[in-house]
């Protein structure tokens, strides 16, 4: 079983909705990390979270450490939001373990 | 430009011929780390560095190796690259020390086709 598993795998929806993807994660953290691959295949960070919520424009990110969970919800969702979606897990202060992601498509 | 650069973007070798995948960063991080990324498989960590001198394996060290001899540069050299080593490598830094707390910088990424 991997440490780290998101869902769904993909994900396909009408712009407009409303989206929420999922991780979690079976061990210890320190940190969860929310990124976003492009389909032209760059990686930027989207959120870095220990606790509770965060929020940047249409993008939240909520964790549950209780629970090891967390989610990435998309308000008002754009075409342009349609990239991958990468939850990974900060073990300590230098190990990191990747979900496998969760590949978006907002239809026009 | 605050950038993690890799170089090459993009290249295609042969089984033995041993080659380097440059990283460089002009942030004065002290972390940066190594990534594969596979169908299936996702990212998965290589090496990392929490400093200069300091370098540590990750989960799919083998057939790899690094070095980091100045703050700004991390190379990844495969010495006798196989067929299994194909795959998209990417080169992240983050600021502090103690680990990647904060927000990674990731490069462009490097596609690796061994024949």
């Given at each position: 079983?991997?440490?780290?598993?998101?869902?769904?795998?993909?994900?396909?929806?009408?712009?407009?909705?409303?989206?929420?993807?999922?991780?979690?994660?079976?061990?210890?953290?320190?940190?969860?990390?929310?990124?976003?691959?492009?389909?032209?295949?760059?990686?930027?960070?989207?959120?870095?979270?220990?606790?509770?919520?965060?929020?940047?424009?249409?993008?939240?990110?909520?964790?549950?450490?209780?629970?090891?969970?967390?989610?990435?919800?998309?308000?008002?969702?754009?075409?342009?939001?349609?990239?991958?979606?990468?939850?990974?897990?900060?073990?300590?202060?230098?190990?990191?373990?990747?979900?496998?992601?969760?590949?978006?498509?907002?239809?026009? | 430009?605050?950038?993690?650069?890799?170089?090459?973007?993009?290249?295609?070798?042969?089984?033995?011929?041993?080659?380097?995948?440059?990283?460089?960063?002009?942030?004065?991080?002290?972390y940066m780390s190594w990534y594969r990324q596979d169908p299936g498989l996702?990212?998965?960590?290589?090496?990392?560095?929490?400093?200069?001198?300091?370098?540590?394996?990750?989960?799919?060290?083998?057939?790899?190796?690094?070095?980091?001899?100045?703050?700004?540069?991390?190379?990844?050299?495969?010495?006798?690259?196989?067929?299994?080593?194909?795959?998209?490598?990417?080169?992240?830094?983050?600021?502090?020390?103690?680990?990647?707390?904060?927000?990674?910088?990731?490069?462009?990424?490097?596609?690796?086709?061994?024949?």
């Amino acid at each position: 079983k991997n440490e780290v598993e998101q869902s769904p795998q993909n994900l396909t929806a009408q712009e407009g909705e409303f989206i929420t993807i999922n991780c979690s994660y079976s061990v210890g953290i320190s940190a969860l990390h929310w990124l976003q691959q492009h389909p032209g295949g760059g990686i930027v960070s989207l959120f870095m979270l220990s606790s509770g919520k965060k929020k940047h424009g249409r993008l939240i990110a909520t964790i549950n450490i209780q629970e090891k969970h967390s989610s990435l919800h998309i308000t008002a969702s754009h075409p342009r939001d349609s990239a991958v979606y990468i939850c990974a897990a900060l073990i300590g202060d230098d190990k990191i373990i990747f979900g496998k992601g969760t590949r978006l498509h907002i239809l026009p | 430009e605050a950038q993690v650069t890799q170089n090459p973007r993009y290249l295609i070798t042969v089984t033995g011929k041993k080659l380097t995948v440059t990283c460089s960063q002009n942030m004065n991080h002290e972390y940066m780390s190594w990534y594969r990324q596979d169908p299936g498989l996702g990212l998965r960590q290589i090496y990392y560095s929490m400093n200069v001198e300091v370098t540590d394996k990750g989960d799919v060290p083998e057939g790899y190796k690094v070095s980091r001899k100045e703050k700004r540069n991390f190379p990844l050299i495969l010495e006798s690259p196989s067929p299994n080593q194909t795959s998209l490598y990417f080169c992240a830094s983050s600021l502090v020390a103690s680990g990647p707390t904060y927000e990674q910088y990731f490069g462009p990424g490097t596609r690796l086709t061994v024949t």
